[in-house]
């Protein structure tokens, strides 16, 4: 049978490493050593003394799945909101009076025609033009 070292005998069991140096030095556990005098247990030893040992599981590799991005579109159109709305809080936390804040980009909407944006597609060609064109539609009602 294979041998393993004394941290891995402990897991094996649910034991201590304490527990199971106790069972070795009361002669209840047989070790080997290998050249560099390293105990190891074989793991017939530890089924003798401890009865059925867990299976050694090996980890599964658990990376979570990458998050796609967003349309390259979708996310300018992110980043242009958030520097307006961070404009508009910039304004408030300086402590300018509302009348100099032109509008309040999170409530309100944008004024002009979507067809003026620059990220409106001038041709549709896929179906991401459709609904790049919906999305600046409705940051202009």
């Given at each position: 049978?294979?041998?393993?070292?004394?941290?891995?005998?402990?897991?094996?069991?649910?034991?201590?490493?304490?527990?199971?140096?106790?069972?070795?030095?009361?002669?209840?556990?047989?070790?080997?050593?290998?050249?560099?005098n390293r105990p190891f247990?074989?793991?017939?030893?530890?089924?003798?003394?401890?009865?059925?040992?867990?299976?050694?599981?090996?980890?599964?590799?658990?990376?979570?799945?990458?998050?796609?991005?967003?349309?390259?579109?979708?996310l300018i159109t992110t980043?242009?909101?958030?520097?307006?709305?961070?404009?508009?809080?910039?304004?408030?936390?300086?402590?300018?009076?509302?009348?100099?804040?032109?509008?309040?980009?999170?409530?309100?909407?944008?004024?002009?025609?979507?067809?003026?944006?620059?990220?409106?597609?001038?041709?549709?060609?896929?179906?991401?033009?459709?609904?790049?064109?919906?999305?600046?539609?409705?940051?202009?009602?």
């Amino acid at each position: 049978m294979a041998s393993v070292n004394l941290s891995e005998a402990s897991r094996l069991v649910s034991k201590s490493r304490t527990t199971i140096w106790k069972y070795i030095n009361d002669g209840k556990l047989s070790i080997a050593r290998d050249h560099r005098n390293r105990p190891f247990v074989d793991t017939s030893e530890l089924i003798r003394v401890f009865g059925e040992i867990k299976q050694n599981k090996k980890k599964v590799n658990t990376k979570s799945e990458h998050k796609l991005t967003g349309d390259y579109h979708e996310l300018i159109t992110t980043i242009n909101e958030l520097k307006k709305t961070i404009e508009y809080l910039t304004l408030r936390l300086e402590h300018k009076p509302l009348e100099t804040v032109t509008s309040n980009p999170v409530t309100e909407p944008i004024k002009g025609r979507p067809e003026d944006d620059p990220e409106w597609p001038k041709e549709v060609k896929t179906a991401g033009d459709i609904t790049l064109r919906k999305n600046i539609r409705d940051k202009y009602r």
